[in-house]
């Protein structure tokens, strides 16, 4: 199906030969661009993670639209804000979250295609016990503008829990009531 598979997966940061978490991640993905094809498969896990997070959300914005110009079909991972809005109003790009258990703040591992996802690190904090001094003062931190998009992401996720528990009681009553029948 695809003639290669290139990935960045993982940290290959080094002490020993200067690399940081960013440039070894930079360095695979430079490689990765040089010889990508239309018939590639692309997987990079956190892409932009380890510096500056403005700096990142640009690149990695950068480097997936020359993957997109590309043709090659690429899968990747992200915690930026900006490249869930960029995916958002894109035509040729799809956000995807991994769906979370909201009651024990635990990943499900359900892959759910077209919504973007939220990290919960506001909430995690709290429920690992960070102090509350803290964690109010992150919430501040970060903005309205940003609690604010991370709780309509999370009310519309507890919606379509809520409506897929509706789906599976209407059939189950429309099976119920065939068979009465």
Same mark, same amino acid.
């Given at each position: ?5 290139? @990935?960045?997966?993982g940290d290959?940061? %080094? ?5 940081s978490?960013?440039s ?13 094809t239309r018939? %590639?498969l692309?997987l990079?896990d956190e892409l ?6 403005? %700096? %990142?959300?640009?690149i990695?914005?950068? #480097? +997936?639209?020359?993957?997109?110009t590309?043709?090659a =079909?690429?899968? @990747?991972?992200?915690h930026?804000?900006? +490249? ?8 040729s ?11 024990n ?10 919504m ?11 429920? #690992?016990g960070?102090?509350? =001094?803290?964690?109010?003062r992150? =919430? ?5 503008k @940003?609690?604010?998009?991370e709780? +309509? ?5 507890k919606?379509?829990?809520q409506?897929?528990s509706?789906?599976?009681? #209407? ?6 009531? @065939?068979?009465?029948?």
């Amino acid at each position: 199906i695809f003639e290669n598979i290139l @990935t960045d997966i993982g940290d290959k940061q %080094s002490i020993e030969t200067g690399l940081s978490t960013f440039s070894s991640h930079l360095i695979n993905i430079k490689n990765i661009l040089k010889y990508t094809t239309r018939h %590639s498969l692309i997987l990079l896990d956190e892409l932009g993670t380890g510096t500056d997070p403005n %700096s %990142s959300m640009a690149i990695a914005q950068s #480097i +997936l639209e020359l993957l997109n110009t590309k043709g090659a =079909k690429t899968i @990747t991972t992200t915690h930026l804000t900006n +490249l869930k809005d960029w995916a958002a109003h894109s035509d040729s790009i799809e956000n995807a979250m991994m769906k979370f258990d909201y009651d024990n703040f635990m990943p499900t591992y359900e892959f759910e295609l077209g919504m973007p996802g939220n990290s919960y690190a506001i909430e995690i904090s709290e429920k #690992i016990g960070l102090p509350k =001094k803290v964690v109010n003062r992150a =919430k501040k931190l970060i903005g309205n503008k @940003t609690v604010k998009l991370e709780k +309509l992401i999370q009310d519309i996720q507890k919606k379509e829990i809520q409506i897929d528990s509706m789906k599976k009681k #209407i059939a189950s009553d429309s099976r119920k009531i @065939t068979l009465e029948k």
